[in-house]
Every structure is written in C-alpha cells, then in structure tokens.
C-alpha cells in the first residue's frame, strides 16, 4: 500500500513545531575557499513516530530516514527525516513551504534559508565573498530572539 | 487588528509536534471520592513564539496564555497557551481535532483523552469505579511505545 500523503497546511504545522533548516558551513580542504556549504532540512523524532515522517516523505517526495539508536549515550532512539540534496531542497522543500507558508518564528529561519539556497544556486558558496555572506546569514539562524529584540 | 486565524490543518500539524492532551487526577479532600479529575489541552513555547499561540487561542475560540519566566531555574523563558475548562475543551478542543485530526502518535493519547472526558461528561469522575477507569486511561497516555508494541 502507498503510504498516505499528508494534508500540506498539516505539514506545515508540523514542520513549525519540530522541522529545522539548517545552514551547514564546515572546513572541507577539498573545496577552493576551505569550506563546504550545505542546506539541510531535517525532522527527528522518537522512534515509535516513524510513520509520520514516513507520511511527510512521502508529501513532499524527497529525503530520506535515518533511525539513530542513541545506543551509547542510553537516550530513547530517535528517527531523523533528512533532506541533504540541494535540487531537491531547491526544487521540493523551498517552493514547498512557500506555497503553504510557516507561521511561527521558524519562517524567519526559513526565509534565511531562501536567501542561502538563492546564493547556492548562483554558485556563490564557492566564492571567499559568497562565503562571508552566507556566514552572516548563518549567524543569523536558528538564533532565540527576545520579543524586544535583543540577541 | 484581530489576531488572524490559522488554518485548521495547520493547526492539527503544529499540535502533533508541540501539543498535549492530559488528564490529572489528584488528591483533594474537597471531593467524595477524595480525588479532583481535570482534563488539559497545552502547548508550551519559548516565548518568542507567543503570537502562534495567540493565533491557535483565536482559531480554537478557547484558552488562555500564561508567562512562564522560569527565573529561579535560569531556564529561557516560555510562554503556555492552556485549555482547563471542561465545556471549552469538550465543546470546543476535542470536535476540532475529530474534524482536523492528529496524525502522528498523539492521536492515541487524544483518543483516550476523548474516553475520559466522555466519562468526565456523565459525571463519572466522581464515583469510585468511574475514577478507576480514568486512572487506567491514565496510565495508558502519554506513554512512550516501542514500534514492536512493548511498553
């Protein structure tokens, strides 16, 4: 049997609640500036909630799932929803929630995201000013803002 | 400008990932059977993220939002949108969720809530055997189950 394809506005709830995008900016002497740049977005829950991402794979049609023991540090096992593939960050997940939009805080991390994934696809993360640019937004992900707007 | 609804399934998403649906039962002399029953629907965030809640207060038409400032544990502080009262969470929280249903594992937790608050409703919380069922409800939410259906 196909596994069921979620409502997208659910999707989007869900995603608000337990989905990061992330930028990755790591020393990788294999690339011309020294670093590689990667987008991921990703989804980890506890293990006995698997077809819920089984559910999100199958909505968005891209990604993969990863189950993690945790084995060694004696924490329940979790199950990770990855997207690591650029075409299809760039193609499935940005349009996406773009159609069916955050409404949470994570939309600010997600519209940074969008500026990365734009800097990506122009090939600018292979640039020492590409990089700079995508290490400013970077600093500014995934960051707990004050409703007064202190850092 | 009134604070602007979200869509239903969204909110059903944003609620498998962050929501929960518990039931207390509690020690207090004031009641015959010498035990309080109280159904709760919550959401916790940290507290930037307060005007999702609002928004989820207004669509769901019930709640309130308290501020947790955690100070003496140093904790970030958060903010919790709170459904507490019997009709707003039987009339209100429990037919959105049957209409817009959770997908994820919580829906067994909000199935057994549904028991509870239908026993709840014929006022069988307030004999002994009725108080034996909801603490075996109880016992049966908000537990973590192994895929191959070990507890």
């Known amino acids: 049997m196909a596994t069921e394809v979620l409502n997208p506005y659910y999707v989007a709830g869900f995603v608000d609640g337990e989905g990061c995008f992330s930028l990755c900016i790591s020393a990788n002497p294999k690339y011309k500036t020294g670093y590689e740049v990667r987008l991921l977005f990703d989804i980890e829950l506890r293990e006995d909630d698997r077809e819920i991402l089984e559910r999100i794979q199958a909505t968005l049609q891209c990604g993969h799932i990863y189950h993690l023991t945790y084995e060694r540090y004696g924490w329940t096992p ?11 960050i760039y193609e499935k997940v940005i349009p996406f929630f773009q159609k069916y939009p955050l409404q949470a805080k994570k939309n600010r991390d997600f519209a940074l995201f969008c500026e990365a994934a734009e800097l990506v696809k122009r090939k600018q993360h292979l640039t020492r000013a590409g990089l700079a640019e995508l290490g400013k937004l970077k600093a500014r992900m995934n960051v707990y803002e004050h409703p007064g707007g202190n850092r």
């Not at 979790?78 to 299809?88: E, I, L, P, R, W």
Request: glycine content about 0%.
């Open 78 to 88: 979790h199950v990770k929803y990855k997207v690591s593939c650029f075409t299809d």
